[in-house]
């Protein structure tokens, strides 16, 4: 059997994927170590908006008025 050998051009990966990786790294690490269902849950949104960066979240536009820890009307 013959094989063709690799080369070093067969590793390259886009940066995009190499950062997304190490932004998840630790993420993977704390979700494999966590006893906590709420923290694990945190830990899958986390992922989820790291590996998806164009999710829909909320902005300040979406809640007029508000203000973390305000009075209440």
């Known amino acids: 059997m013959t094989t063709t050998p690799r080369t070093i051009a067969a590793l390259d990966v886009p ?7 190490l932004a998840c790294a630790p993420l993977l690490a ?8 709420s923290d694990a849950l945190a830990y899958r949104l986390d992922l989820f ?3 998806h960066p164009d999710a829909p979240v909320s902005t300040e536009a979406d809640y007029p008025g508000w203000t973390p820890g305000g009075a209440h009307d």
């Open 15 to 21: 940066l995009s994927d190499v950062e997304q990786q």
């Open 30 to 37: 704390a979700l494999a170590t966590t006893h906590s269902p």
């Open 49 to 51: 908006l790291v590996t």
